[in-house]
């Protein structure tokens, strides 16, 4: 009878550690994201909600709202044209960073722009948004970029206040709702790893558009793929973009000529931002006025919390892949096969070991 015994403990011991093997490597990697010190949300595009329809979030031990993603044309929701976007509107790869990867394509027809997305309704006052005083954040993003340069994800609801698009007037009309999003470079270099943050949800330095943004002097590789990141630490107003794990320094010279970082120089020359001078460069001019001639753009200098939305209402939705704007273009395209948020400034270490998680190599879905 013992042998019998030793036998089946035996067996068993062998089916545990299979079924810990056949985790590996997708759940060793998604447990690595999820260990990180606040974690508070991951979407590696595996995972499904209970319905199995929608794609759903690892959540911080914290977390109890339904953070699984819709799918939405918002052409649709804001000015009343084209169709309702559904899954699959999202071609998949069958293999990512942690086993698969959703696809946005670059759509020809200007009344579809789907994306991803929580509501806010869903996500109002958790751990996901991000505000208010004291607040820090970080996020990773594991994607493989092939063209565009907008929006990757986020809290960045850019309105639908500022002007018509096409020809067509909005039926929505919405202020800015942003708090923080990452983005694939925009104007302040095409193509990089870039983070924009807002203290008021709206405009920033006299423009109609946020201002305040952080990038890395290198470029996301087409065609390849990337771990994009940043960090806003607030104790230390620092906003800090990361690329593959990396945060190089990177300065503007002669920012007033700039098309993006002009309105952050506009604003020191008024009074408005006034960054410590480790952060800016500047001389004396031959009227004898001090002027500025660098500005650093990774880490920048952000000394404000981020918007803080009195009510759901006020707020707007986490998105991947696009956000809700105006000029309605086309923006980042590609694929993304990791989104991961955090409630803390994470550390240059952690940021390190996050991008290193899937240095091996895509893997299949198991």
Same mark, same amino acid.
């Given at each position: 009878?013992?042998? &019998?015994?030793?036998?089946? *403990? *035996?067996?068993?011991?062998?089916?545990?550690?299979?079924?810990?093997?056949?985790?590996?490597?997708?759940?060793?990697?998604?447990?690595?994201?999820?260990?990180?010190?606040?974690?508070?949300?991951?979407?590696?595009?595996?995972?499904?909600?209970?319905?199995?329809?929608?794609?759903?979030?690892?959540?911080?031990?914290?977390?109890?709202?339904?953070?699984?993603?819709?799918?939405?044309?918002?052409?649709?929701?804001?000015?009343?044209?084209?169709?309702?976007? /559904?899954?699959?509107?999202?071609?998949?790869?069958?293999?990512?960073?942690?086993?698969?990867?959703?696809?946005?394509?670059?759509?020809?027809?200007?009344?579809?722009?789907?994306?991803?997305?929580?509501?806010?309704?869903?996500?109002?006052?958790?751990?996901?948004?991000?505000?208010?005083?004291?607040?820090?954040?970080?996020?990773?993003?594991?994607?493989?970029?092939?063209?565009?340069?907008?929006?990757?994800?986020?809290?960045?609801?850019?309105?639908?206040?500022?002007?018509?698009?096409?020809?067509?007037?909005?039926?929505?009309?919405?202020?800015?709702?942003?708090?923080?999003?990452?983005?694939?470079?925009?104007?302040?270099?095409?193509?990089?790893?870039?983070?924009?943050?807002?203290?008021?949800?709206?405009?920033?330095?006299?423009?109609?558009?946020?201002?305040?943004?952080?990038? /890395?002097?290198?470029?996301?590789?087409?065609?390849?793929? /990337?771990? &994009?990141?940043?960090?806003?630490?607030?104790?230390?107003?620092?906003?800090?973009?990361?690329?593959?794990?990396?945060?190089?320094?990177?300065?503007?010279?002669?920012?007033?000529?700039?098309?993006?970082?002009?309105?952050?120089?506009?604003?020191?020359?008024?009074?408005?931002?006034?960054?410590?001078?480790?952060?800016?460069?500047?001389?004396?001019?031959?009227?004898?006025?001090?002027?500025?001639?660098?500005?650093?753009?990774?880490?920048?200098?952000?000394?404000?919390?981020?918007?803080?939305?009195?009510?759901?209402?006020?707020?707007?939705?986490?998105?991947?892949?696009? &956000?809700?704007?105006?000029?309605?273009? &086309?923006?980042?395209?590609?694929?993304?096969?990791?989104?991961?948020?955090?409630?803390?400034?994470?550390?240059?270490?952690?940021?390190?070991?996050?991008?290193?998680?899937?240095?091996?190599?895509?893997?299949?879905?198991?």
């Amino acid at each position: 009878m013992a042998n &019998v015994n030793h036998k089946i *403990c *035996c067996s068993l011991l062998l089916t545990v550690t299979f079924a810990a093997s056949a985790q590996s490597p997708y759940q060793n990697r998604v447990d690595q994201v999820r260990r990180t010190p606040g974690f508070v949300a991951f979407w590696d595009f595996v995972r499904l909600d209970p319905s199995g329809a929608r794609f759903d979030a690892w959540r911080g031990s914290r977390e109890t709202a339904d953070f699984s993603l819709d799918a939405v044309n918002y052409v649709q929701d804001y000015w009343g044209q084209g169709r309702q976007a /559904t899954y699959a509107d999202f071609p998949l790869l069958g293999r990512g960073p942690f086993g698969e990867a959703v696809q946005f394509l670059p759509e020809k027809d200007p009344t579809f722009r789907p994306l991803l997305m929580v509501p806010r309704a869903r996500l109002h006052n958790t751990g996901l948004d991000v505000k208010g005083a004291r607040r820090s954040v970080s996020m990773v993003v594991w994607l493989m970029r092939e063209t565009g340069n907008h929006a990757i994800a986020g809290i960045w609801h850019e309105g639908t206040d500022l002007h018509t698009s096409a020809g067509a007037p909005v039926q929505k009309v919405e202020r800015g709702r942003r708090q923080y999003a990452l983005f694939a470079g925009l104007a302040a270099n095409n193509g990089a790893s870039a983070v924009h943050v807002s203290e008021n949800g709206a405009a920033s330095f006299g423009d109609r558009y946020a201002r305040n943004l952080a990038v /890395t002097p290198e470029l996301i590789k087409p065609g390849e793929w /990337t771990v &994009v990141g940043f960090t806003f630490d607030n104790a230390k107003n620092l906003v800090t973009a990361y690329i593959n794990g990396k945060a190089n320094p990177f300065w503007i010279d002669d920012p007033l000529k700039h098309p993006f970082f002009q309105w952050p120089a506009k604003g020191w020359s008024s009074g408005e931002w006034n960054p410590p001078k480790k952060y800016i460069k500047t001389r004396v001019n031959a009227e004898g006025k001090r002027e500025l001639t660098a500005l650093q753009a990774n880490p920048y200098w952000f000394p404000h919390d981020l918007y803080s939305p009195p009510t759901s209402a006020d707020g707007g939705p986490f998105t991947i892949g696009r &956000v809700i704007h105006t000029s309605r273009n &086309v923006g980042f395209t590609g694929w993304i096969g990791g989104v991961a948020v955090f409630d803390r400034a994470l550390s240059p270490k952690d940021m390190a070991r996050l991008a290193a998680i899937a240095a091996s190599g895509p893997i299949s879905k198991q």
